[in-house]
């Protein structure tokens, strides 16, 4: 039985032809694809001393109801695959960084608010901070795999990824916006991490970045073991990972990684405290 699933990272803009990509990918046997942050708005910016541009940027949001959300509910459902879309989401108070993953029935089945937005900065300055972090079970060809979302920043603190090994994800998405390999203070360490996460907490970790110019692409995957399994170049493309699902569950049953309380049959991430090891 194939216990493989293939996970499409668009490394594109906003300008790119969304539904050209989406069928490239379903074309290479994707059965999730994931674009970058805030792709409703290109993660664009604006002047710290235009106000009048800091409105506009904010009226922009777009509702979870809208044309660009059912854009890709249709085109989750007219090519049979899920969808990591990002946007920057209209509410009653600030706006909210958001990525929805959109199953292959069109249907949104979970919402993440980034956590850990950049308040420190525009553009997200003017927004609100998630506090929750989902897993949902999305059916696939493998059967169904617990899946979490991570919004860039997110990846570079713990608590978010915690939240999501307690309720046993298995594939984490990452839609993201900066330098990831060639960053001018701190070079590739974001990859670094993202590596570590998945090896400390044994899952998969798929990472949609911009191209150059704006960023500098390299969109990448890693198993459960922390190796690269895929990553792009900065080009504008399409990057297909193979995540092999049926290693990442042998990992996860075994005490080598998650320990198990034999007492309650229950996982749990770390020695107690008391143990000396």
């Not at 049979?80 to 946007?87: D, G, K, S």
Request: some cysteine; charged content about 25%; hydrophobic content about 40%.
């Amino acid at each position: 039985m194939n216990d493989t699933l293939k996970v499409g990272l668009a490394q594109c803009l906003p300008t790119a032809d969304v539904g050209e990509i989406i069928r490239v990918a379903s074309h290479k046997d994707c059965e999730i694809v994931v674009f970058p942050e805030m792709f409703s708005n290109g993660y664009s910016s604006f002047s710290a001393d235009d106000s009048s541009a800091a409105a506009e940027w904010v009226a922009a949001a777009e509702p979870l109801d809208g044309s660009f959300v059912r854009k890709f509910q249709k085109l989750a459902k007219q090519y049979r695959l899920a969808i990591v879309v990002t946007l920057l989401e209209k509410t009653e108070a600030k706006p909210c960084n958001t990525a929805l993953l959109i199953d292959q029935e069109g249907e949104i089945v979970l919402q993440h608010r980034k956590n850990h937005i950049c308040f420190f900065s525009i553009p997200e300055s003017e927004c609100t901070a998630g506090t929750e972090a989902g897993v949902v079970s999305l059916m696939t060809s493998v059967g169904a795999v617990r899946t979490g979302i991570l919004i860039c920043m997110d990846r570079e603190y713990p608590d978010v990824m915690q939240a999501l090994v307690a309720q046993d994800v298995e594939l984490v998405l990452v839609p993201n916006s900066c330098q990831l390999i060639d960053d001018p203070e701190v070079g590739d360490v974001r990859v670094a991490g993202v590596r570590a996460k998945a090896f400390e907490s044994v899952v998969g970790i798929a990472v949609s970045n911009y191209p150059a110019p704006k960023h500098d692409g390299h969109s990448f995957a890693v198993d459960g073991l922390g190796r690269v399994i895929a990553q792009g170049d900065t080009s504008e493309t399409l990057v297909v990972a193979s995540f092999p699902l049926g290693e990442l569950r042998r990992l996860q049953e075994s005490e080598w990684f998650r320990r198990v309380d034999k007492a309650r049959g229950e996982r749990v991430n770390s020695p107690p405290a008391n143990d000396p090891g």
